[in-house]
Nanobody, 120 residues
Framework: QVQLVESGGGLVQAGGSLRLSCTAS????????MGWFRQAPGKERDFVAA???????TVDNSVKGRFTISKDNARDTVYLQMNSLKPEDTAVYYC??????????????WGQGTQVTVSS
C-alpha cells in the first residue's frame, strides 16, 4: 500500500520559516517525481513545486525565491523549505508523486496534507 506522509506544518508569523517533509513508502519510487501542492480555504488545489528523480526542479512563480524543494532518494523523502512566509501562503500542503518528469499535473499518489498557517 502506497503511503505519502507529510509533516512539519504549523503556525508561524509572517516572515518566518517552516520545513515540510514527506516520506513515501509502499513501493519503489525510483524514477518518480515528487511534488508539493497547496489548497487554501475555498480555493482550488495549486501546484507549488516538484523535483524529479534526477533532481530537476519546477517551482511556481508565486513562491520562487522563497521556497526550495529538495529530496533524499535514499530515504524516499522530499522536503519543502519555506522562507519569508506570507499570510497568503496559508493552506493545507499536500505531497504527491508521479512517474517521470517533475510536471505540474498528472500525480498518481497523494498524502493526507499538513496545515500551514501564517499569521500577520
Amino acid at each position: 500500500q502506497v503511503q505519502l506522509v507529510e509533516s512539519g506544518g504549523g503556525l508561524v508569523q509572517a516572515g518566518g520559516s517552516l520545513r515540510l517533509s514527506c516520506t513515501a513508502s509502499g513501493r519503489s519510487f525510483s524514477r518518480y517525481a515528487m511534488g508539493w501542492f497547496r489548497q487554501a480555504p475555498g480555493k482550488e488545489r495549486d501546484f507549488v513545486a516538484a523535483i524529479s528523480w534526477t533532481g530537476v526542479t519546477t517551482v511556481d512563480n508565486s513562491v520562487k525565491g522563497r521556497f526550495t524543494i529538495s529530496k533524499d532518494n535514499a530515504r524516499d523523502t522530499v522536503y519543502l523549505q519555506m522562507n519569508s512566509l506570507k499570510p497568503e501562503d496559508t493552506a493545507v500542503y499536500y505531497c504527491a508523486a508521479r512517474f517521470g518528469a517533475a510536471l505540474t499535473t498528472g500525480y498518481d499518489y497523494w498524502g493526507q496534507g499538513t496545515q500551514v498557517t501564517v499569521s500577520s
